[in-house]
């Protein structure tokens, strides 16, 4: 056998990132190549905010351990979330099942197998109370996955504190209300992309003017990766629609500083440790520029706020307490990347819905990562590296090479129709499957190192008879509740929240007096 070390040969004449990226061998100051190198980087809390938008990173305060959770009744997801909460979870995160996310009642002929099998099943404003009894929603923050119907799922939450005297203004979480990588990946949608942006802008006015503390779009690369896309694709697609929700705010009228606080973005932490590490703090850079370039965007406006769930797509079926350790990296890379909140996903969930214990275990891993490995002790600890800021450099570079094809095409909403995003990601997901099968890229328990062994981990079984009792509950409402429907006059400008006249779709939803509950 060859001593490689010895001829100095290597096992591999090409080493790259999953985004096609060049890895050398050895990284030096003069990869470095940006003459204003230090004012590229600055410092955390500081323009452009590569390394941070806070001065203090995790020495203030640590990230948000906000796991997503949804499955089933909406009193098993109670349940669930009252277990993590238990265990140091510090904030929700809302899974909702596909019929939900489509749009449909549990009790639609389109909904029927669908029940609770990804998420939550959420019908009507019972069913919200019934998910978020005995939880302080004025101290606990909500994240809610939610797309197409975002507006409706929203009001419901809104109405359901009201309920219980909680006032809107006191409400903290996130929507994820991001439209546009729908059509682009996840395919959740209900409505064409015009009318949907629509929408999506009432949510932010709305937001913008009555729940200071609530995120009003949650810009979504997740899901973007999880379709099969690179690194490089995930991030300059989301900034994209980003800046395609700013623009289109502004063209309603709202000023930039009313609105863009209050915007966060949701990425995800995929296998490729510093090329991830890389792109969240390349994320934070060109975005401030954009801002403060485009749109004279106040300094607290260029921050770019993120969740990070690590990458669903990468877990196997096979030896899944691997699991573990693929997301333990995923994890540690977001969290050098300087996230926000972050979810970890559970061992479990390429066979189904995490069990407790296996949640239990992610919520851990976050936790020992937090308080156990060092690494929130210091801010942007792997700042200076020569290999992370050539990374963080190169993707940049990338990013504005795929806006410049974007702008092309004549923007985002263009690129969609004419199916460009669709076919960059289905693209680079056949070359990622396709090194797999080559080996040219190994994944433990797949394609080497297999097991032929059986699992042997529980697995988690929901309630046989939650979805009878769901169409009990929504038929009972429906002999008890009325509801008018209102056709907004798109003639008259946004006014206060209960005037039924409003131009805006969502003030009449937003308040249980539109629902007519008795």
Request: hydrophobic residues 40%.
């Given at each position: 056998?060859?001593?490689?070390?010895?001829?100095?040969?290597?096992?591999?004449?090409?080493?790259?990132?999953?985004?096609g990226l060049p890895i050398k061998r050895v990284y030096t100051a003069g990869q470095i190549t940006d003459p204003d190198c230090q004012a590229d980087l600055g410092m955390p809390g500081e323009y452009p905010f590569l390394r941070g938008v806070h001065r203090t990173?995790?020495?203030?305060?640590?990230?948000?351990?906000?796991?997503?959770?949804?499955?089933?009744?909406?009193e098993e997801t109670n349940s669930r979330y009252r277990y993590l909460l238990e265990h140091g979870q510090t904030g929700l995160s809302v899974a909702f099942d596909y019929p939900t996310l489509d749009g449909y009642d549990t009790d639609h002929p389109l909904a029927r197998g669908e029940f609770g099998k990804c998420g939550v099943a959420i019908s009507s404003l019972a069913d919200m109370e019934l998910l978020f009894d005995g939880i302080p929603l004025d101290q606990v923050t909500t994240s809610m996955t939610i797309n197409g119907p975002a507006a409706v799922v929203w009001a419901m939450y809104i109405a359901a504190a009201e309920k219980r005297g909680i006032p809107m203004e006191k409400l903290g979480g996130t929507i994820q209300n991001d439209i546009?990588?729908?059509?682009?990946?996840?395919?959740?949608?209900?409505?064409?992309?015009?009318?949907?942006?629509?929408?999506?802008?009432?949510?932010?006015?709305?937001?913008?003017?009555?729940?200071?503390?609530?995120?009003?779009?949650?810009?979504?690369?997740?899901?973007?990766?999880?379709?099969?896309?690179?690194?490089?694709?995930?991030?300059?697609?989301?900034?994209?629609?980003?800046?395609?929700?700013?623009?289109?705010?502004?063209?309603?009228?709202?000023?930039?500083?009313?609105?863009?606080?209050?915007?966060?973005?949701?990425?995800?932490?995929?296998?490729?440790?510093?090329?991830?590490?890389?792109?969240?703090?390349?994320?934070?850079?060109?975005?401030?520029?954009?801002?403060?370039?485009?749109?004279?965007?106040?300094?607290?406006?260029?921050?770019?706020?993120?969740h990070t769930q690590t990458a669903g797509c990468t877990l196997t079926a096979q030896q899944p307490e691997n699991n573990i350790i693929r997301t333990t990296l995923q994890a540690l890379a977001a969290v050098l990347g300087g996230t926000q909140s972050l979810h970890t996903n559970s061992m479990d969930e390429a066979l189904a819905l995490p069990s407790e214990k296996a949640a239990l275990i992610a919520l851990r891993t976050q936790q020992l990562i937090a308080h156990e490995s060092g690494v929130a002790n210091s801010v942007d600890p792997l700042g200076g590296s020569f290999m992370v800021e050539t990374l963080t450099n190169q993707i940049e570079e990338a990013v504005y090479e795929y806006f410049d094809k974007i702008d092309s095409l004549g923007g985002v909403i263009a690129?969609?129709?004419?199916?460009?995003?669709?076919?960059?990601?289905?693209?680079?997901?056949?070359?990622?499957?396709?090194?797999?099968?080559?080996?040219?890229?190994?994944?433990?328990?797949?394609?080497?190192?297999?097991?032929?062994?059986?699992?042997?981990?529980?697995?988690?079984?929901?309630?046989?008879?939650?979805?009878?009792?769901?169409?009990?509950?929504?038929?009972?409402?429906?002999?008890?509740?009325?509801?008018?429907?209102?056709?907004?006059?798109?003639?008259?400008?946004?006014?206060?929240?209960?005037?039924?006249?409003?131009?805006?779709?969502?003030?009449?939803l937003a308040s249980p007096s539109k629902w007519n509950i008795r």
């Open positions: 056998m060859v001593n490689r070390r010895e001829t100095g040969s290597e096992r591999r004449s090409n080493f790259t990132t999953a985004s990173g995790y020495r203030g305060q640590l990230w948000t351990m906000r796991m997503f959770a949804g499955f089933g009744t909406a546009l990588k729908e059509y682009m990946a996840q395919f959740s949608f209900i409505f064409p992309p015009e009318p949907s942006m629509r929408l999506v802008v009432d949510t932010i006015e709305f937001g913008s003017r009555y729940l200071p503390r609530w995120n009003t779009v949650s810009i979504s690369g997740y899901h973007i990766r999880e379709a099969g896309s690179t690194a490089v694709q995930e991030l300059a697609f989301t900034l994209a629609d980003g800046l395609t929700y700013v623009q289109a705010a502004i063209d309603r009228g709202l000023k930039v500083d009313d609105f863009a606080p209050r915007l966060s973005f949701f990425f995800n932490s995929h296998n490729e440790f510093f090329e991830e590490i890389a792109k969240f703090r390349a994320a934070r850079r060109i975005w401030a520029r954009e801002m403060k370039e485009r749109f004279g965007a106040s300094e607290r406006s260029q921050w770019l706020r993120f690129g969609i129709e004419n199916g460009f995003f669709q076919r960059e990601i289905a693209e680079a997901a056949y070359r990622y499957q396709g090194e797999i099968e080559t080996r040219d890229r190994i994944i433990v328990g797949i394609n080497e190192y297999e097991l032929d062994e059986p699992i042997e981990i529980p697995i988690l079984e929901m309630d046989k008879e939650g979805e009878r009792r769901q169409i009990s509950r929504l038929n009972r409402m429906f002999q008890h509740v009325s509801v008018k429907i209102i056709e907004p006059d798109t003639k008259l400008p946004f006014q206060s929240l209960r005037n039924p006249s409003c131009s805006h779709v969502f003030p009449n």
